[in-house]
T-cell receptor, first 114, second 116 residues
């Protein structure tokens, strides 16, 4: 098992550019989430999904889109990058309710918007 | 929504001593409380978790306690070692059907430094 795989590991964008952060898991987990991590602010939930075809907004969804067409993949799209989106992004997955609750995190994507 | 507060933000402890990190939460419906450890430049990793039907849970040198009445939970690390140096995050979620634990709310983290 590779676990949760995120690509790319590093990315520099210019203001206004768009891009997609990729996330894939091979553990057949139902739940997947995207978090951003900023100094002194912990991990904040951007979007989450409880299964293929189902997504919902988290705490800080503005400027981001997600889709979940398969159980394995949960890409995060930045529509028009802004310097405020400079952050480290983590994707995470969990087996979901009734099975086990622990979230497994990917290795992160460090994004800089200039 | 849920709000999780974590204290202290930094903690320095002599090697061999104990460390305690405390968190409070606001949503009385929360009933799942995991703790994550994040080493520098690495991903957060689950180290221990507790559910609301349990008051305390231990795993070797790590223990977590939960007081649902006061809405606070704590991480205790005994006999600290240099490899315990990291940032620790507490989190909370509702964790029961039909919603499950799809939404984890994290505290802002505690940077623990073990002094040799």
């Amino acid at each position: 098992n590779a676990g949760v795989t995120q690509t790319p590991k590093f990315q520099v964008l210019k203001t206004g550019q768009s891009m997609t952060l990729q996330c894939a898991q091979d553990m057949n987990h139902e739940y997947m989430s995207w978090y951003r991590q900023d100094p002194g602010m912990g991990l904040r939930l951007i979007h989450y999904s409880v299964g293929a075809g189902i997504t919902d907004q988290g705490e800080v969804p503005n400027g981001y889109n997600v889709s979940r067409s398969t159980t394995e993949d949960f890409p995060l799209r930045l529509l028009s990058a802004a310097p405020s989106q400079t952050s480290v992004y983590f994707c995470a997955s969990s087996p979901g309710q009734g099975i086990g609750y622990g979230y497994t995190f990917g290795s992160g994507t460090r994004l800089t918007v200039v | 929504g849920e709000n999780v507060e974590q204290h202290p933000s930094t903690l320095s402890v002599q090697e061999g001593d104990s460390a305690v990190i405390k968190c409070t939460y606001s949503d009385s419906a929360s009933n799942y409380f995991p703790w994550y450890k994040q080493e520098l430049g690495k991903r957060p990793q689950l180290i221990i978790d507790i559910r609301s039907n349990v008051g305390e849970k231990k795993d070797q040198r790590i223990a977590v306690t939960l007081n649902k009445t006061a809405k606070h939970f704590s991480l205790h690390i005994t006999e600290t070692q240099p490899e315990d140096s990291a940032v620790y995050f507490c989190a909370a979620s509702r964790g029961l059907p039909p919603l499950g634990n799809e939404k984890l709310t994290f505290g802002t983290g505690t940077r623990l430094t073990i002094i040799p």
